[in-house]
Every structure is written in structure tokens, then in C-alpha cells.
Nanobody, 122 residues
């Protein structure tokens, strides 16, 4: 069993930055794939970034390439999402997820955090 807790969301002006954290507990992530997804009102949950825990493979959605970056702290069992140059269209609830396969499909992930709201004002 894996338990994920996100933090770091909030309200920021366009052009600003936020860093989201996803702290994991329950078992090691060494064999897992970690992903950040987001869901805006009335829209489907979409993949923002996916990365193998080993760091060997990473996928970024085109909409966030060059602005967002995923990183991890093995000692803290925590994954981060650094978000720069934020735009109003980045407004959504952001979720971290853990799974066993490198995929951008949300249903393929086994464990989810509770989500954290990110609101970008224009």
C-alpha cells in the first residue's frame, strides 16, 4: 500500500511560480513510476509529467515543457513539481500518482493523493 500526500498549492499571479510536493509512505518507490496529473473544472484529468523513480524516462505534456520540472528526494520519499511561468490555463487541482508502468493514462495508476488546488490569476 502506498499513501501519497500533496502540498504546496495556492493562488499565484500569472508569470509566478509554485512548487508542489508529494510525500509518499507505505513502501519504497524504487520500482514505481511517479506522475503529476491535473484536472480543471469540466475537463478530464490530464497527465502533466511522468517519470520513472530511477529517473530513466520522463514525459512532459507539451503545454508545460520548459516551464515545469519534476524532481525527487529519495531520502524523503518525496517528489516535487516545480512550476514556473504559470499561466491562467494551468489552474486546476493537481494530483500525484504512483504506478508500476510508464504511462500517461490516469486509470493505469494505482495510488493517488488527495489533490492540491493551483489557481493562477491573470
Amino acid at each position: 500500500q502506498v499513501h501519497l500526500v500533496e502540498s504546496g498549492g495556492g493562488l499565484v499571479q500569472a508569470g509566478g511560480s509554485l512548487r508542489l510536493s508529494c510525500a509518499g509512505s507505505g513502501r519504497t518507490f524504487s520500482s514505481s513510476v511517479m506522475g503529476w496529473f491535473r484536472q480543471a473544472p469540466g475537463k478530464e484529468r490530464e497527465c502533466v509529467v511522468v517519470r520513472t523513480w530511477s529517473g530513466g524516462s520522463t514525459y512532459y505534456a507539451d503545454s508545460v515543457k520548459g516551464r515545469f520540472a519534476i524532481s525527487r528526494d529519495n531520502a524523503k520519499n518525496t517528489v516535487y513539481l516545480q512550476m514556473n511561468s504559470l499561466k491562467p490555463e494551468d489552474t486546476a487541482v493537481y494530483y500525484c500518482a504512483a504506478g508500476l508502468h510508464f504511462t500517461i493514462r490516469a486509470p493505469d495508476y494505482d495510488y493517488w493523493g488527495q489533490g492540491t488546488q493551483v489557481t493562477v490569476s491573470s
